[in-house]
């Protein structure tokens, strides 16, 4: 049994390795292709390696960054992330601490429906969400975080209520005996327990939101405000033209910074996950 056990997992670890080469295959394209000049992708093609003659360095990098709107496009999908992961993160914590501490019909209600918007197709309710969103004024970068807090509360609200189940009463009653009113005890007690539920729907919720594409160009007005992923769909050289290389060039540096946040937080993200999956 020990022998075929072994060959079992070998198996499973080619299988595995060709799956992930799969999956980087794309990224490692794309990076290569920000490394040459635009006349070596247009003629040799895409998928060809870059070669002495055809290397532009980080020619491709600083014309993308100097081209129009990007800083401007980087800055309203940091901002977006960043108020929409600090919504989702106060405000479903909140709701999951009420939910698991207040018995009854109403708190159950509501843990089944935030559960339930998690199997609702989003292309049922994008053009409704549209026309709602203009009529109520959140199609700017400023107020769009109350769009995605409502579609990140789903799966946040599901993580935090299970880990909550697993904090002892005790100890925010004993907050209460020392005088803490429900607030106090709430982000003086509970919510540092909560810390690596915490980073690990802010890391999945900024990773959402930091690569969406649909909802901002469903809700924004395009010509007045574009996010980085839409502002790759409509990148524009100097010329008024598609350039490849620029273009490839601003796809790495949209995909970079959210890699790199993954990859320092994937640890916390498997603790999260586990610890949101204990039972009460």
């Not at 909550?164 to 803490?180: T, W």
Request: hydrophobic share 55%; with cysteine; aromatic share 12%.
């Amino acid at each position: 049994m020990g022998k075929k056990k072994k060959i079992a997992d070998r198996i499973w670890t080619v299988v595995l390795t060709i799956l992930a080469l799969l999956y980087v295959y794309p990224i490692i394209m794309i990076l290569f292709n920000s490394l040459k000049k635009e006349t070596t992708i247009t003629t040799a093609g895409a998928f060809t390696l870059p070669t002495a003659d055809g290397f532009a360095g980080l020619e491709n990098y600083v014309n993308a960054i100097a081209s129009k709107g990007f800083l401007q496009s980087l800055g309203y999908s940091l901002l977006i992330t960043l108020t929409s992961v600090v919504a989702i993160l106060i405000c479903c914590s909140m709701c999951a601490w009420y939910i698991t501490r207040v018995k009854g019909v109403i708190s159950q209600g509501l843990y089944f429906l935030f559960v339930f918007s998690m199997v609702v197709p989003f292309q049922m309710v994008m053009f409704t969400l549209s026309q709602t969103a203009d009529r109520l004024k959140l199609n700017t970068p400023w107020n769009i975080w109350v769009i995605y807090l409502g579609f990140g509360a789903g799966l946040a609200v599901f993580m935090f209520a299970g880990f909550m189940k697993s904090i002892p009463l005790e100890i925010e009653e004993a907050a209460m005996i020392d005088g803490c009113n429900p607030i106090q005890t709430f982000f003086l007690i509970v919510l540092p327990i909560l810390k690596p539920t915490m980073v690990s729907v802010g890391i999945l919720e900024a990773m959402w939101v930091w690569n969406d594409y649909l909802l901002p160009t469903l809700v924004l007005d395009i010509k007045s405000y574009k996010t980085i992923p839409m502002l790759i769909q409509y990148f524009r050289g100097s010329y008024g033209k598609v350039e490849m290389g620029p273009m490839m060039a601003s796809i790495m540096l949209t995909v970079i910074p959210i890699v790199i946040v993954y990859l320092v937080g994937q640890k916390h993200i498997i603790k999260g996950v586990a610890a949101g999956a204990v039972k009460g």
